[in-house]
């Protein structure tokens, strides 16, 4: 079966190596028989109705957050549409923040965002560094990664977050909560990159990009041990780190 991923920007939102959750969701498909299909979508690219099965964003600085971020918008209706069809969205850091409402800069500009999350962001005045370990208490894991971000993204009251925060700042150093997700959407502060310490959200976005191309399919497990390893080691140093700001 091929899964085709729609890649958003790849030449601008790709820091800490979030190009890397590509690759994981590339090597886990193939070790299923399946094979993944990345179509870069850049500025000024067409939407594919209908035919992503998996959207992705990573992260930028405010830099590159701003020169996408019109362009992003222009996307907005068909982004939107793919999800409610049951597309896969996975979004990192920067990409993660311009899926909600807004997001507000350091230097005061506004951003709009393509209003997918029920979340907007403010930027802060002191960064939030160091390892995370969130509580997926809705699927039964823990996620484990590295947040480097200014913003303080806020929740709609309602919303679903995507972990609460073990040890580390999560959306906004004070809420508990970190990330955010709707339906097969999901989006997140976690660099790392985030996907090779945690196999099992891999897994779920595959299922899910699956199920939209028409596979209703539940992936065998994989042997993961570096997967494994790797977690639990930014696991213990979001530990010994705990949560202070």
């Not at 998996?54 to 918008?73: I, K, P, T």
Request: contains cysteine.
């Amino acid at each position: 079966m091929k899964i085709r991923v729609g890649h958003l920007y790849p030449d601008y939102l790709n820091i800490y190596a979030d190009r890397g959750n590509i690759a994981v969701l590339a090597a886990r498909a193939r070790a299923r028989g399946h094979e993944l299909d990345v179509l870069a979508i850049g500025m000024r690219d067409p939407v594919p109705i209908g035919t992503v099965d998996l959207f992705y964003v990573g992260g930028g600085q405010d830099r590159e957050q701003e020169l996408v971020a019109h362009d992003l918008v222009a996307k907005a209706e068909p982004l939107r549409e793919a999800v409610e069809r049951g597309a896969a969205f996975l979004a990192v850091c920067g990409g993660y923040q311009l899926l909600g409402r807004s997001y507000l800069d350091g230097a005061g500009n506004e951003l709009s965002g393509i209003g997918l999350l029920p979340l907007h962001t403010v930027a802060g005045d002191r960064r939030m560094i160091g390892d995370v370990l969130l509580d997926c208490d809705w699927a039964g894991e823990t996620l484990a990664g590295f947040e480097n971000h200014a913003g303080r993204t806020i929740l709609d009251a309602g919303a679903e977050p995507l972990g609460r925060v073990v040890a580390g700042f999560g959306n906004d150093g004070a809420s508990g909560y970190e990330g955010c997700r709707y339906r097969q959407a999901y989006g997140t502060y976690l660099h790392g990159p985030l996907l090779p310490r945690n196999p099992w959200l891999a897994d779920r976005l595959l299922e899910a990009a699956l199920a939209h191309a028409g596979v209703e399919e539940r992936l065998e497990p994989l042997a993961d041990e570096l997967e494994r390893e790797a977690h639990a080691v930014s696991a213990a140093r979001a530990r010994s780190r705990g949560g202070r700001y």
